[in-house]
């Protein structure tokens, strides 16, 4: 059984910075391109950010480019999202996901973490 399980989501103030955390299991970690969605209330989930099976290619949404870095450590089976400069509209339910290659459909998606931020 595959299981992504997102941490680090909270409440924070306009321009912090927050590090979610994805910690993956019953898969072979290293073959899959990782990444990250979101969901904000009323609104469809959207593409974040991804990464390639040894980090090699990363991948942004125009609207965290230069404010958020995707990594992960193929040792620890673990994906990390560094997010800077936080805005109010980074508002949303972050999910993990995982791919084989690179495409639109994600073939696993944990359960999700918020992240909120007051203006």
């Known amino acids: 059984q595959v299981n992504l399980v997102e941490s680090g989501g909270g409440l924070v103030q306009a321009g912090d910075s927050l590090r979610l955390s994805c910690a993956a299991s019953?898969?072979?970690?290293?073959?899959?391109?990782m990444g990250w969605l979101r969901q904000a209330p009323g609104k469809e989930r959207e593409f974040v950010a991804r990464?390639?099976?040894?980090?090699?290619?990363?991948e942004y949404s125009d609207s965290v480019k230069g404010r958020f870095a995707i990594s992960r450590d193929n040792a620890k089976n673990t994906v990390y999202l560094q997010m800077n400069s936080l805005k109010a509209e980074d508002t949303a339910v972050y999910y993990c996901?995982?791919?084989?290659?690179?495409?639109?459909?994600?073939?696993?998606r944990g359960q999700g973490t918020q992240v909120t931020v007051s203006s």
């Open positions: 996901a995982a791919q084989i290659g690179i495409g639109v459909r994600w073939n696993y």
């Open positions: 019953g898969l072979p970690f290293s073959s899959y391109t």
């Open positions: 990464i390639t099976q040894t980090g090699g290619i990363t």
